[in-house]
């Protein structure tokens, strides 16, 4: 199975990183969508259906924290998990956005053992 | 004390991110504030958290250029636009300040600007990085060399 994947990060470099990692744990990623911000990701949200979201905290025009609060506000998108990855890794931050929706929390840096187990585990994975 | 306690995070936080990240191990760690030789990158950004302040980095452009090489996974540097050498630059900035405020204020918010990078030549005077800054570290490579400043607006 295939599976569709979204990465939200203002950062061009940090996106590609994830992908290559993601990518190169053998997991099936059919599609994997990318977006700068909050807003662009909601935008792309509308029409096209993820089946995992990663995403920064800090972003400009929509941080993270309000694009996780705008997805769990919305009927549909709040099926879809999101797996927050932030150079913020404060207690404080960590609960907020746990307790906002996220599904699971990587701090930066990770090694890309680590991105893997995390979205098997989001995804219900099992290389066993 | 908590100087004692930033001096010896920076150091590890940076090896961690370089290492994990970046997959580069430095020769050598100091706390040598001078500006490295060559052309060179330039990132900085500002914190708002207890306490606020700002983070800054020079690195040889060469080391740069290896950086990103590993962080892109392209096999041909050469291949990496100016630009998005820049762009790993300023993400490893945003890493490295990120994890030392995470340890240093792992009970309180903080923000982080996104980062500006600026290329300086071997003959230009580089951004006004260390002013103020009583937190230099200092990672040496063979391709060349990584300082990078902190700066808290307030007593840590």
Sequence with gaps: ?128 | MLDTVVEKLLPEAGQKTLETMFFATPDRVSMDPHRPAGELIAASLTFHGTPPGRFGLLISERLAKTLAENFTGCDDVAQLLPAQVAGVIGELANMLCGAVLTELESNAYFDLSSPETLYVGSGEPDPDLSTGSRYPCRFEFPEGTLVFFFAFEEPV
């Design chain 1, 1 to 128: 199975m295939a599976y569709s994947l979204m990465i939200v990060d203002d950062s061009a470099a940090m996106r590609g990183f994830i992908l290559r990692v993601i990518e190169l744990s053998g997991l099936d990623v059919g599609t994997c969508l990318q977006a700068c911000n909050g807003q662009e990701a909601l935008d792309l949200l509308r029409s096209n259906w993820i089946d995992a979201v990663l995403t920064d905290v800090n972003m400009p025009v929509m941080n993270g924290e309000e694009f996780v609060r705008r997805m769990e506000a919305d009927e549909v998108l709040k099926s879809i998990p999101i797996l927050v990855v932030s150079t913020d890794g404060s207690d404080h931050r960590v609960q907020s956005m746990l307790s906002l929706g996220a599904k699971g929390y990587v701090k930066k840096p990770f090694s890309p053992e680590l991105l893997r187990e995390t979205m098997e585990q989001l995804l219900g994975v099992s290389n066993a």
